[in-house]
């Protein structure tokens, strides 16, 4: 039997669960719209066998607002809503719970949306909000572990924690020593237990965490403009950024125009710092226009850097408001920099465009071999309507694909490793899949030593779970 328990409510809504009320915008309906509440359920129904070794919780994270705005509404603006499916024992359990942020609780205090986004330049008066600032910290992008301590990541602000109920604990600042913000997308070194991370929010500042969660160093590159650098790379001994153009005005914005634009004639480039080193000893190479949301992996070859991630063309995160929502461009590319011959290239690995590349994260910033992207079966579709999971031999140069339903997306896939697994591919792909006419999500299993079988179990969701962002497999302890 399913238990279902509903602890808060929210908007107005239709009986599929999409919100009637607040401004207009393409990311308020259908798998986009936000779930208006709070479930825990058990014993959920199981469509073949949950793996006997997938035994943790898969979390992930995306932006869910409590309160829909009135103005126009971009992806990115939403309040932060954790969805974790836990398996143990080939039986499954879901609890989804809000990220309550102080700018969240200044939000239900008074009733309504106080914030703007990326769409809408609001100042929330400061009368109504506090201590809760100008800026809510929404914690909506990236959910991960590390020294026991679970951290929901957005890039603009301090992480959050929470704990294993779900429950928001609060700001996490390392003890005082994060000063700033903290990438939303951290590399945790399988091998040295090492946490790094990054903070483009005025000088772009590296962090390196300890295996004990001490943030031990800090240090500055520094960059001609603010630019938006939602993931970098690490290998064993560099670390890697994209200084893509494009630029961060907030005067632009506060007049009504776009946060973050597109300025080619800046030109792009590869940047690489020693590991160990300070931000001075960062060498740029020059390489053309480009740009990247996510990196796969990167490692070193001996005098190369090896980088693996989805690039494009240009910005495509809709920062201007009168851009149509278009699915993802990038193309899984591999660019190489040569540090002794002082350049950089790249090269397509695919003609396929998708995103939400992944590893095995026990290979996280070495070598690896394999690799996970969602993309899509036939040509582009709206953003994040993704229905082709693609696993990448890199060094046989292969693909297998499996493509889900007809009319079914599906998100990022993240990788379980197998407990008794001694191969890179030895795991699981677990995320989400959404029927877009019945609006109903399976979480989904896959065997990653052969997708293209398809799931090897379906587990049905007490409700759908809207288009979300990234998210991790936690083990069990």
Known sequence: ???????????????????????????????????????????????????????????????????????????????????????????????????????????????????????????????????????????????????????????????????????????????????????????????????????????????????SGELVRSTVVELPAMVMMHDFAVTERHVVFLDAPAVFDLGRWLSGGALAAWEPERGTRLGVMPRDGDGADTRWFEIPTSWVAHFLNAYDDGDRVVVDGCRMDRLNFMMDPDDPPTGAEGVLTRFTIDLAAGRASFEALDDRCGDFPRVNDRHACHRHRYGYVAAYAEGLRPDGEFDLIVKYDLERGTAETYRFGPGEAIGELAFAPDPEGRAEDDGWLVGFATDLG????????????????????????????????????????
Do not use: C
Not at 135 to 164: D, F, Q, S, W
Not at 168 to 187: C, I, M, N, Q, V
Not at 443 to 471: E, I, N, Q
């Open 438 to 477: 019945r609006l109903e999500t399976d979480f989904v299993v896959l065997d990653a030593r052969d997708v293209t079988a398809g799931p090897v179990a379906r587990v049905r969701m007490p409700r759908r779970v809207p288009f979300g962002f990234h998210g991790s497999w936690l083990p069990a302890a």
């Open 1 to 211: 039997m399913t238990e279902q328990t509903s602890t808060t409510t929210a908007p107005t809504t239709d009986p599929t669960g999409v919100a009637t009320t607040g401004g207009p915008g393409p990311w308020l309906s259908g798998y986009y719209a936000p779930v208006t509440d709070e479930l825990d359920a058990d014993d959920l129904p199981v469509q073949g066998r949950l793996p006997g070794g997938l035994v943790g919780t898969y979390l992930r994270n995306g932006a869910n607002p409590r309160f829909v705005p009135p103005w126009r509404y971009h992806l990115f603006d939403g309040d932060g809503m954790l969805h974790g499916v836990t398996v143990a024992d080939g039986r499954a359990s879901y609890r989804n719970r809000w990220i309550r942020s102080a700018g969240l609780a200044a939000e239900e205090r008074a009733g309504r949306a106080l914030y703007g986004g990326f769409y809408h330049a609001a100042m929330p008066p400061p009368e109504l909000v506090g201590d809760a600032g100008g800026m809510k910290n929404t914690a909506n992008t990236h959910v991960v572990r590390h020294a026991g301590r679970i951290l929901a990541l957005m890039e603009a602000a301090k992480p959050t924690e929470v704990n294993e109920r779900l429950e928001t604990l609060g700001e996490y600042d390392f003890g005082g020593r994060l000063r700033g913000a903290f990438s939303a997308h951290p590399k945790i070194d399988p091998v040295t237990g090492e946490m790094l991370s990054f903070s483009y929010v005025g000088p772009l500042t590296v962090y390196t965490v300890a295996p």
